[in-house]
């Protein structure tokens, strides 16, 4: 029998001693990874709530999800040049009778010289635009060329937007500080409305009744088609449509909670224009309310082409003419020709609405009120512009 070493017994518990703290520094170093892990995951979870994914795993996920989608149409947008000014105050005068007189108004600070440029505008077509620029010409106002903007513009798209089409269609198109989406419609839709269903959200229908589906029974999401959106839009986050046949089509809109928006109807197309919080149409502390064709800010009131009463539409005079005054008081103390042409030509619109509506008794008092309204701002014009015309 062999016999044990009396160092034997020393060293095999030196050995064991050992390989037990061995066991514990790795108990604990996998615990300590495990709490780093978690720690990570956590703090992963806190900044993907907080600042949303990193920018090179949305662009990843947004290219995968755009691969089964219809991308939307892009196209060039024209806008009309209707003038330029070399202080906001000016420039928020003349948009203000523009938009009263019912075009679409647009301002930016124009890159080359710095002046308040107006825009009228944008339109989808050429024929648009030309129908706007006619109408100035018409009015004597100043500059009225054409303004292109092709930031969107698809080769492959935009020269054949409508072309063929049997059914409604849906482009976006782009201007300075806008981005807009146009529905073709087959026919010149009978109602359109556009609302706010919640903070970053937009519900649009054009040519349906917008109490169809209210309930929510037939307006469900999965039956819309979500569009890929192009590359470098900003103001949109997702768009989704549903064509009804040939006469209506709805459309659910995505947007940052601080867009905002604004609605028109140009004949058999329905524009929904989208813009940051210092909107283009918007200037200045009495700036432009909006077009006065269908339309109004979106969250405002529905729009429709529904008729309205005499009295409805003779409040609706009453208040645009209060909202014109302040930019009467402007052009008159500091008075400039296209500036009294525009607001002449939107006063003598009001006036005409007026004078043809069909009155009870009790509303007379009333029409003759906002006819001398008209009359002295009228007055007052006139008597700047021979003032400025003589000191020339």
Do not use: C
């Amino acid at each position: 029998m062999r016999r044990n070493s009396p160092f034997s017994t020393p060293v095999s518990q030196g050995i064991w001693g050992a390989r037990s703290t061995l066991a514990t520094l790795s108990r604990w170093r996998k615990l300590a990874w495990l709490g780093a892990a978690m720690l990570v995951v956590l703090t992963g979870d806190s900044l993907l709530t907080t600042l949303g994914p990193p920018r090179f795993v949305t662009v990843i996920l947004r290219e995968w999800q755009k691969a089964g989608m219809t991308s939307v149409a892009t196209a060039a947008s024209f806008s009309v040049s209707a003038g330029s000014f070399t202080t906001p105050a000016r420039a928020a005068t003349f948009a203000a009778a523009l938009d009263a007189s019912g075009l679409p108004i647009l301002i930016r600070v124009r890159p080359e010289d710095h002046r308040y440029q107006v825009l009228v505008g944008p339109y989808v077509s050429t024929d648009e635009a030309e129908h706007a620029q006619r109408a100035l010409a018409a009015w004597g106002l100043g500059e009225s060329r054409l303004v292109v903007d092709d930031t969107m513009r698809s080769p492959a798209t935009a020269s054949v937007f409508g072309i063929g089409e049997t059914g409604n269609t849906v482009v976006m198109i782009s201007a300075p500080g806008v981005s807009s989406i146009v529905f073709e419609m087959t026919r010149p839709p009978k109602a359109i409305e556009a609302k706010r269903t919640s903070v970053a959200t937009i519900d649009v229908s054009v040519g349906a009744d917008p109490q169809v589906g209210a309930s929510g029974g037939s307006d469900q999401a999965d039956d819309f088609e979500t569009l890929a959106l192009p590359d470098g839009v900003s103001l949109i986050r997702d768009l989704s449509v549903r064509n009804e046949g040939t006469s209506s089509i709805r459309a659910h809109v995505v947007v940052p909670g601080d867009v905002q928006s604004r609605l028109r109807l140009e004949g058999k197309r329905v524009y929904l224009d989208l813009a940051w919080p210092t909107a283009p149409w918007r200037i200045g502390a009495a700036g432009p309310r909006g077009p006065a064709v269908q339309a109004a800010a979106v969250g405002g009131p529905v729009l429709s082409d529904q008729p309205q009463s005499s009295r409805e539409q003779l409040d609706a005079a009453i208040a645009r003419v209060h909202e014109i005054e302040p930019f009467v008081t402007s052009a008159v103390a500091a008075p400039e020709p296209d500036v009294l042409a525009a607001l002449s030509r939107s006063l003598d619109g009001v006036r005409a609405t007026v004078q043809r509506l069909t009155l009870t008794p009790d509303a007379e008092k009333d029409r003759t009120a906002v006819l001398a309204d008209i009359a002295q701002a009228s007055e007052q014009m006139k008597k700047a512009g021979d003032l400025a015309t003589a000191g020339r």
